[in-house]
């Protein structure tokens, strides 16, 4: 039987943003309702090592550090639920968000961090390769290739930053695009044209990630030439595919603006989206930073601008009483 639930506060999104909003928002005595979504602890579930999330000396594990995320949620007063939200109706607050169940939540607030999902390229070994050689975040996951090859793939800024960034560990960065020209702008194009370190491999797409034949993890990609059809193979011991991002804002389409790459767009510096009560945090809005600690960050900008919002509607609504 569905249920139809009231709060202060409702948070779309269980990563790292959408759990420190919780925590500040549970803690600012908001009672907040947290929907976990499909992916309960967001992308960090799905990787092994995290090394650069502040507070821990030693190497941590995804999955770990988000659980401990939730755990201090749920300790200082969050209410966890696990559903999906498939309909919003921001026409009015309370805002009116249905699950996939047909449970309803009632909402003065919300906060939008349902994040973001990295594009794969959808060829062979890519899924049997994740975080055993292949990767979409040099940020992340570089480090482990200190003094190794590696490639990147993509023609946008991402790859340009990735490949620059994968620099600072690798002598050995090789770029592969699909087309003659890149897509990234201009001075990033020229930064990585004065790297000694990057080399480009023109009109090629990945056919498939290879695994080693008694050695764990990538060795190599076979490639395409796409304007010969040539076949050819790259040894390598890391893959970041850098292809793009996909913001989960689906759900949002027509009802907040959207940035020309379908971010939630918010005022900058602030969690504010253009419909008062409505906040969004994390990946979400971020197509710059990408991070854990950045996402934690907005979230908690959420929440404090959530709490202030409400402390002002209710100082209006007693002034005029
Ligand atoms: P997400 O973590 O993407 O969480 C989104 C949440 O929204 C999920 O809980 C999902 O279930 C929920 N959701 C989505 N749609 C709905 C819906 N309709 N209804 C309800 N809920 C919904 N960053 C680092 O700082 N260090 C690292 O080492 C690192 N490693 C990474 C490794 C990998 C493989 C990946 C993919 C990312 C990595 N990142 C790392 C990036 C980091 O994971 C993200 O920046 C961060 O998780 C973003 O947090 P978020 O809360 O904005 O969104
Ligand atoms: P993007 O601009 O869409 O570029 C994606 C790249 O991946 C393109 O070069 C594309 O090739 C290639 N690609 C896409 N699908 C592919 C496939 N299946 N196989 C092989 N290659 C494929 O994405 P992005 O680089 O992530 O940037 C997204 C947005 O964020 C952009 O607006 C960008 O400016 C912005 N951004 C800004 C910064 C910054 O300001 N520093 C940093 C990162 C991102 P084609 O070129 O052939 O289409």
Known sequence: MPSVHHTKMLILGSGPAGLSAAIYAARAGMMPIVVQGLQPGGQLTITTDVENYPGFAEVVQGPWLMEQMTAQAVHVGTSMIWDTIVDVDLSQRPFRITGDGGDVYMAETLVIATGAQ???????????????????????????????????????????EEALYLTN?????????????????KILQDRLHANSKIRILWNKKVDRFVAGEGVSGLVGVDLIDTVTGEASHEPTDGGFVAIGHSPSTELFKGKLPLDADGYLAVTPGTSLTSIPGVFAAGDVTDKIYRQAVTAAGMGCMAALDAERFLAEAEYKALVEA
């Open 169 to 185: 560990h690798s002598d050995n960065v090789t770029l592969i695009h699909r087309r003659d020209h890149l897509r990234a702008e």
């Open 118 to 160: 990295a594009k794969w390229l959808g060829v062979p070994g890519e899924q049997e390769l994740g975080g055993k050689g292949v990767s979409a975040c040099a940020t992340c996951d570089g480090f482990f290739y200190r003094g190794k090859k590696v490639v990147v793939i993509g023609g946008g800024n991402t790859a340009v």
